[in-house]
């Protein structure tokens, strides 16, 4: 399998090094492909660097909806996973995503917070994450424990030829959705997870849980 990675980057210099370097060290057939959504402090300074990473650069910031769609269009790959340019997630956890593709026991996988070790930022983050999995499982009839994972394997063919709306944070509920009416099983493995705090840069906020609520909805019986 050749897998691409998209990696949608907003005012990211702090930990943009570090996660490059770890996506890099994973032994797998990858692309990396960074959108950066017009950053303001440095990080398109820090890109200059990597002068052999495909980099995507937005003529303004749109969103990470959008930077995903600009991200999906440069894919090469048989596969794209999705990874935030924050150290919430580790890389290295792709093994256990690709593992059940290559053995042919699914083409959708997720990779579950709620399924391995996690350490959630706050209270309401953990709830709000529970209870959007479960308004997914009530609207789609698909069992699933974490419905917001940055962590979502997807085959390339199906994401270039379907039609993304998403320009914020609601990206995750449309794409999963998508998946579902198209007939896709997701399966879910274990990933761990390290969530930031607000104030150490983390960007998504109580009104993309209501946008999330209502993408979910609206996808449920619209294209």
Known sequence: MNLSVIMPVYNEKATLPQIIAR?????????LIIVDD???????????????????????NQGKGAALRAGFK???????????????????DYLKLISPINEGKAKVVYGSRFMGKHSFSSVSHYWGNKALSLLTTLLYGAVLTDMETCYKLIPAKFIKNIKLNANRF????????KILKNGYKILEVPIGYKGREFNEGKKISWKDGFAAIAALIKYRFYD
Do not use: M, W
């Open 74 to 92: 440069e894919a090469s790959g048989d596969y794209v996973i999705i990874q935030d340019a924050d150290l919430e997630y580790d890389p290295q």
């Open 170 to 177: 609601d990206f995750e509920p449309e794409i999963t959705a």
């Open 23 to 31: 996506v890099l060290a994973v032994p797998i057939n990858k692309e």
């Open 38 to 60: 017009y950053s303001t402090d440095g990080t398109r300074e820090v890109l200059k660097n990597y002068p052999n990473i495909k980099i995507v650069l937005q003529p303004f």
